[in-house]
């Protein structure tokens, strides 16, 4: 299995920000796409922002002018800049390939986002 490790989730006050990073296994890794995604209780995974090696991104419309997804390919690491957080922005987050196998994903434990008052 691929190893991916997020980190820096925790809670936050509406309009407060967190950053998360993931740390990813095998030198694969710094050629492939890359994504976070969150769940929510209830809810479907979804994409939240994708990056490609050269670094091009894209942003579900929910986060956009919001959260800024960047990488270090030097480093395996991908992060996730997430400003002006709102309560439905409440998850666990992963990351992951982007996008993600059909069959046989691995996917790490995730980082728990809670955002309240």
């Known amino acids: 299995q691929v190893q991916l490790v997020e980190s820096g989730g925790g809670w936050v006050q509406p309009g407060g920000s967190l950053r998360l990073s993931c740390a990813t296994s095998?030198?694969?890794?710094?050629?492939?796409?890359m994504g976070w995604y969150r769940q929510a209780p209830g809810k479907q995974r979804e994409l939240v922002a994708g990056?490609?090696?050269?670094?091009?991104?894209n942003y579900a419309d929910a986060v956009k002018g919001r959260f800024t997804i960047s990488r270090d390919n030097a480093k395996n690491t991908v992060t996730l800049q997430m400003n002006s957080l709102k309560p439905e922005d409440t998850a666990v987050y992963y990351c992951?390939?982007?996008?993600?196998?059909?069959?046989?994903?691995?996917w790490g434990q995730g980082t728990q986002v809670t955002v309240s008052s």
């Open positions: 990056i490609t090696r050269v670094g091009s991104t």
């Open positions: 992951n390939i982007n996008p993600p196998l059909e069959k046989g994903a691995s």
């Open positions: 095998g030198i694969i890794f710094k050629i492939l796409p």
